[in-house]
């Protein structure tokens, strides 16, 4: 079964420094692997996602990941941390398994980054 | 363009009672998800809706059913409410149902069962 894990409840950076928020995985075959951040009684925002290619991965915000296969890692990083990044953070990967594509979406836990002036 | 939107934002229940919540996806947008988030844990996986059919089932129970709609709105029903049941309802709009297809999230609706 494909399954995500946030080793961290709580990451805390100084602004202008960069930040790394950590996500190892566990799949069956590819991996399809995702970047959510969450505000305050706000939804899931996309931040960007791997599917094939270059192991580093740009998105939005300045937000990067970096795959790595062999350590089934997918860490999220900045090189330079906002105050207006504290949030709470998801990696998510794509569940595979079944009969029929559902497009199901399985969550880590969450990260909260702090990010103080 | 607008978002996902969901309707309503908040609502307060009694055990007991059934409660609809409702989700428009992004416009051009073929399948909408549905996901409960409990208080200090990430999203679960309800429902996923593509073209009117369901694709896909979490472990919940049958008192949660969905549906979507000719314009592909959705719409999660849930019965004989429990405290339980208290949570951030997350709906997701993506183009398609594939794995390579990421999905959009709307803001919620804040489920209080009392």
């Known amino acids: 079964a494909q399954s995500v894990a946030q080793p961290e409840d709580q990451v805390n950076v100084a602004e202008g420094n960069p930040l790394t928020v950590k996500c190892t995985y566990s799949v069956s075959g590819n991996p399809y692997l995702f970047w959510y951040v969450q505000y305050p009684n706000r939804g899931l925002q996309f931040l960007l996602k791997?599917?094939?290619?270059?192991?580093l991965v740009k998105g939005s915000y300045g937000f990067e990941a970096e795959f790595n296969k062999s350590q089934t890692s997918f860490h999220l990083k900045k090189p330079s941390a906002l105050v207006s990044d504290s949030a709470l953070y998801f990696c998510a990967v794509r569940d595979l398994g079944g009969s029929s594509n559902t497009g199901k979406l399985i969550f880590g836990q969450g990260t909260t980054l702090q990010v103080k002036p | 363009d607008a978002g996902v939107t969901q309707s309503p934002t908040h609502l307060i229940k009694t055990r007991g009672q059934h409660v609809t919540l409702r989700c428009s996806p992004i416009s051009g947008h073929k399948s909408v998800s549905w996901y409960q988030q409990v208080l200090g844990q990430g999203p679960q996986f309800i429902f996923q809706?593509?073209?009117?059919?369901?694709?896909g089932r979490g472990n919940f129970p049958d008192r949660f059913s969905a549906r979507q709609f000719p314009n592909y709105s959705s719409e999660l029903n849930v019965n004989a409410l429990l405290l339980g049941d208290s949570a951030l309802y997350l709906c997701?709009?993506?183009?398609?149902?594939?794995?390579?297809?990421?999905?959009?999230f709307g803001q919620g609706t804040r489920l209080t069962v009392v």
């Open positions: 997701a709009s993506s183009l398609f149902a594939g794995e390579n297809t990421e999905a959009f």
């Open positions: 809706y593509y073209e009117k059919e369901e694709r």
């Open positions: 791997y599917i094939t290619g270059d192991n």
